[in-house]
């Protein structure tokens, strides 16, 4: 790559990170925020309680089979049909998107319905759980589909207030909790998900009305079937510590035990996930324009080592944080302490996964599918080693931590394998 190329691509991850720093900015507030409040919850429910909890969300794994791509096809084109000067047609996906979504919406509340009919566990919990599941998954595909459609930076920085005022809602709905238990903990999903739902129908970026095209349709398919297989094959993987934990004796106490370590792993996607969805939609309109590859995979690789090196920092504050939070205020919870550190000395291979842009945009699917396999099923063996020798929390951290971090580091291995095969043919 000559100096020329090298200055571009330079300018262009500069324009983004620059661009993209003030949405994450947002989300980081917001997280931080849903963090404590979220650790504040733990006060107020027991862990048999937020174990039930825990488990209920397993649902949202049969729900996403509704989404078949659609949305992940949609990601990939309208950036790119803008940048390649196409409104029209650009315009098409956004309405077949639309359309795709609220049939999924209504499709997954059926679902919910059949489900609740015929599940034999009575338990008021869990049945709280399924509907709550259930309800906040339908609103969250709605949310998911304007996400798909932002692009300027504008739109981001909407999008991160969005996140800011839930959080702050979500903060001082915590008193449900504190004064309802379980059943406020259920009031405040429900309020959460309807709240951002509400706000970005009111922030949406472009108004179109539902209309499937089924040519469309076929099309977002064809473009969005490698992202939704690899991203039901990874959702499955990051079921195996709830799955694993649930295998063994007392496993839904010891679910409920995890659910420190399960908030701060969530808390530490925000950081590399905001700046992927901020990266993505932003790098494809440029790849649209100029249709560089080299330019694509510098500014991905160049955007990996920064957020790695931003989530050293991230992590280490969010291990210090909940060491801090848990041993003082949640006592019930510190048996889970070991487990939430080592999930956080994890964190900063959550950067690699940035590296799935690189791939999806050259629509490279060999090397793609072959990180999905490793990142869902070797969580499940490493866990399965560890609890050989390990009590159950740390075993279940240690084997997710490790896959995470191998898996990661395949995927950016195979992509400056591929750039590096790409220079010599």
């Known amino acids: 790559m000559t100096s020329s190329e090298k200055s571009t691509w330079r300018g262009v991850l500069g324009r983004i990170w620059d661009a993209g720093f003030s949405f994450t900015a947002y989300s980081a507030a917001g997280s931080v925020l849903n963090g404590i409040s979220g650790l504040v919850v733990l006060r107020f429910v027991d862990p048999i309680a937020m174990g039930w909890w825990n488990a209920s969300q397993l649902m949202r794994v049969p729900f996403d089979l509704l989404r078949a791509g659609i949305l992940s096809g949609m990601n990939r084109e309208y950036p790119f049909l803008i940048g390649a000067g196409k409104p029209d047609e650009a315009k098409k996906v956004l309405e077949t998107g639309l359309a795709h979504t609220l049939a999924t919406v209504v499709a997954s509340q059926l679902g919910l319905g059949a489900v609740l009919l015929f599940v034999e566990d009575r338990n008021p919990m869990l049945l709280l759980g399924l509907i709550t599941t259930g309800v906040t998954w339908g609103l969250g595909a709605y949310g998911q589909y304007v996400r798909s459609a932002l692009r300027t930076s504008r739109h981001f920085t909407i999008l991160g207030r969005v996140g800011l005022t839930v959080a702050v809602v979500d903060t001082c709905l915590v008193a449900l909790v504190w004064r309802f238990g379980f059943a406020g903990l259920v009031v405040r999903a429900l309020v959460s998900a ?46 195996a510590e709830r799955l694993m934990l649930l295998s063994v004796p007392d496993g839904l106490n010891l679910l409920g035990l995890f659910t420190p370590a399960l908030a701060a792993a969530s808390l530490l996607q925000i950081v590399p996930g905001s700046l992927q969805s901020f990266f993505y939609p932003k790098i494809i309109e440029e790849y649209g324009r100029n249709g560089d590859v080299r330019l694509l995979r510098a500014a991905t690789l160049a955007l990996i080592k920064k957020t790695f090196v931003i989530m050293i920092f991230v992590s280490a504050v969010t291990a210090l ?22 999930v956080c000395a994890s964190g900063p291979f959550l950067a690699c996964r940035m590296a799935s842009t690189y791939f999806a945009a050259l629509h490279r699917w060999p090397e793609y599918y072959a990180y999905t396999i490793i990142q869902c099923v070797l969580p499940f063996g490493l866990i399965a080693i560890a609890l050989g020798f390990l009590a159950p929390l740390p075993a279940v951290a240690l084997g997710s931590g490790l896959a995470l971090a191998a898996a990661g580091a395949t995927l950016v291995a195979l992509m400056v394998h591929h750039g590096k095969k790409n220079q010599l043919a």
């Open 321 to 342: 944080g909940f060491a801090v939070l848990v041993d003082g205020l949640f006592p019930r919870y510190q048996a889970g302490q070991p487990a939430t550190l080592i």
């Open 194 to 239: 309807t709240a951002t739902a509400v706000l970005l129908f009111r922030q949406r970026p472009t108004a179109v009305r539902p209309r499937m095209d089924w040519a469309v349709l076929a099309q977002l398919f064809r473009f969005g079937r490698h992202p939704y297989l690899t991203g039901f094959v990874l959702l499955l993987g990051a079921q």
